[in-house]
């Protein structure tokens, strides 16, 4: 299926895919794993792909315990992201949960603006062993923002990214998978067009019922 274009139409306005690495590092493994996926999205849906590292935004972060204490950088951050239609939000495994700098940024997220945003959920982590990080951590947390958090979370450990590039073909399957299971929920929370959304079939494979 061919993307939905906007060319010589200013009046269609592209889908917003904005993703979130909560790594305190960079590069990081998680930022590797957040790109790809959202530039995944985007490019399934027509849309553009913003990737926001939150460790260069840590001291503006940081500033003060309110939202009007952060810097200008981060504050434009919070606002793509309180802004766009589908979220892909990634954190490496830290203690057993995700970084203290991803919660952080998401004390300063609106309490109210993300209800119903469709949401990814990633992480990574040293062994699969971390990999319940995704369901027993973030979902529950987005669960209080009253999100629309996607079933199949994605979850990378050290081995499915070399030099910060996604180099597993496993790794490669779930996106696609998770990306072919989610595009029936941006059908019907975006109303994209037709094509798209007959396009977005689940294939028997992916149904928990095929199982």
Known sequence: MSPPS??????????SVVGVSG????????????????????????GEATVIEL?????ELGSGPYRGDV???????LEAVE???LIVVG????????????KLFFDHIGQHALVDKPIVLTAT????RHALLVEHQMRPLFGFFQSLTVPL?????EGDVTEYRVSSPELRTRIDTAVQRTLPLLAMHLRLDDELAAAAAVPAFARPDAF
């Open 6 to 15: 906007d060319e010589g139409d200013p009046g269609i306005r592209r889908i």
């Open 23 to 46: 790594s305190p590092t960079r590069p990081s493994r998680t930022s590797a794993l957040v790109e790809e996926i959202a530039e995944t999205f985007a490019a399934r849906v027509g």
């Open 55 to 59: 460790a260069p935004l840590l001291g």
């Open 71 to 77: 810097g200008p950088t981060a504050l434009a951050a």
């Open 83 to 85: 802004a766009a239609d």
């Open 91 to 102: 954190s490496p495994a830290y203690r057993a949960t995700y970084t203290g700098l991803f």
């Open 125 to 128: 982590g040293g062994s699969d």
């Open 153 to 157: 979370g994605i979850f990378a450990n």
